[in-house]
């Protein structure tokens, strides 16, 4: 009796088995003719495979992929194997055949032919890889980055590919990479891919530049600053927060070539005059600190008068009480000079007297009614006494 019942069991499953084979007779004629045809079957199997869109193929796109990776020392020079290759590498990502992902990349590691690789890019980009792939992707193109800027031969075709794929498959921490890619200045064709794959990766694409600011080399720092510039579409408290970020990081980071901190300062630079135009007196205490410091590059030759002149009109333009009594500072430095007979700069005089009048803040009062009694150029005092009048009438 228990004989009867366990051969019973067992001929269960088998009938299970067999159905289950049968359930998809031409997937499983397609399998078969692959794994006994030569390269020039295989390749026909996988084009046939193309006249039954309603199976699933997948699995037979599997067993090609996996035959190619087993045998790619001895197929790499093979022009079939390399057809085969291509053919079920496209066909994987045309059906979205996310399951291949895994054997896809590893193909991409194994072949250093880039028309191949630039087709298991564009696989990829059809596909949901495991995170771990998307991770090695994004070394792969930051080793690249890293390469050019170093004067080494790049696949320029590969990068642009993994570029669209990395947008293609959307994970925020492909931005700095993609970024870096972006403003490498490998070619107009990458640059445009680029900062169009930016935009489809996920997460605040204001707060990624803001990522890219803190944590990227200072050419990267002042593209991206660059990017939040140029985006009209950018809500103004957004900017005014990222360009705030932007001054500070340009205000701590300390480097030793001379050519990145001539970058770091250029960030400053232009951070200022955003928050000028925005008037953002959340800055506040960052623009009197890069005051003081431009003031001290421009004592010793590092930064021109222009700088100077930009980062009093934003003292004058954020209008804090803070920025007011900075300024009043600098105009009591300068009266001082004036009684010792020492040379002021008429540009530098004029745009503090002109900055404070413009802030209005009676701080300022008496530095300002000093200066008309000193031998200030005319100008100078006329602009004082302008400077005086809007004190008065607040």
């Not at 204001?206 to 080399?217: R, T, Y």
């Not at 970020?245 to 400053?268: F, S, T």
Request: proline residues 3%; negative net charge.
């Amino acid at each position: 009796m228990k004989k009867n019942i366990v051969g019973l069991i067992l001929l269960f499953f088998v009938v299970i088995f067999v159905n289950a084979e049968d359930s998809n007779p031409v997937l499983s004629a397609m399998q078969k003719n692959f794994a006994r045809g030569s390269l020039s079957t295989k390749i026909q199997v996988l084009q046939n495979s193309a006249e039954y869109p309603d199976t699933n193929m997948g699995p037979l796109y599997n067993d090609a992929l996996n035959f190619i990776l087993s045998n790619s020392k001895n197929l790499a020079s093979d022009a079939s194997a390399r057809e085969l290759t291509i053919l079920a590498v496209r066909l994987s990502g045309l059906n979205s055949y996310s399951d291949s992902s895994s054997i896809i990349w590893k193909l991409f590691n194994t072949y250093a032919d880039e028309q191949v690789q630039v087709e298991i890019l564009g696989a990829l980009g059809n596909m949901t890889p495991d995170l771990n792939i998307i991770t090695e992707l994004n070394n792969w193109l930051e080793i690249q980055n890293g390469n050019f800027r170093s004067g080494m031969d790049v696949p320029l075709q590969v990068i642009a590919e993994a570029v669209v794929t990395l947008g293609d498959l959307g994970e925020t921490s492909s931005f700095p990479i993609v970024f870096s890619a972006g403003s490498a200045n490998y070619s107009d064709d990458i640059t445009y891919k680029a900062n169009i794959a930016l935009k489809n990766l996920g997460g605040s694409y204001s707060q990624s530049l803001v990522e890219v600011i803190k944590n990227s080399v200072p050419s990267d720092k002042i593209s991206a600053l660059n990017l939040a510039i140029e985006d009209s579409e950018m809500p103004i408290e957004e900017k005014g927060s990222l360009y705030k970020m932007a001054l500070d990081i340009g205000l701590v980071v300390k480097v030793e070539d001379p050519q990145e901190e001539q970058r770091i300062r250029e960030l400053r630079y232009s951070a200022v005059r955003q928050l000028t135009a925005l008037k953002w007196a959340d800055a506040s205490d960052l623009v009197i600190e890069h005051f003081n410091l431009t003031i001290v590059e421009y004592e010793h030759g590092i930064s021109s008068k222009s700088s100077v002149l930009e980062a009093i009109s934003c003292l004058g333009a954020i209008g804090t009480h803070e920025a007011a009594e900075r300024l009043t500072l600098y105009l009591e430095f300068m009266n001082s000079y004036m009684e010792n007979g020492r040379v002021i700069d008429l540009q530098i005089s004029l745009a503090v007297i002109n900055n404070i009048g413009i802030i209005g803040d009676s701080v300022a009062f008496d530095d300002l009614l000093y200066s008309g009694y000193l031998d200030y150029p005319v100008s100078v005092k006329r602009a004082a006494r302008e400077a005086l009048n809007s004190l008065k009438s607040r």
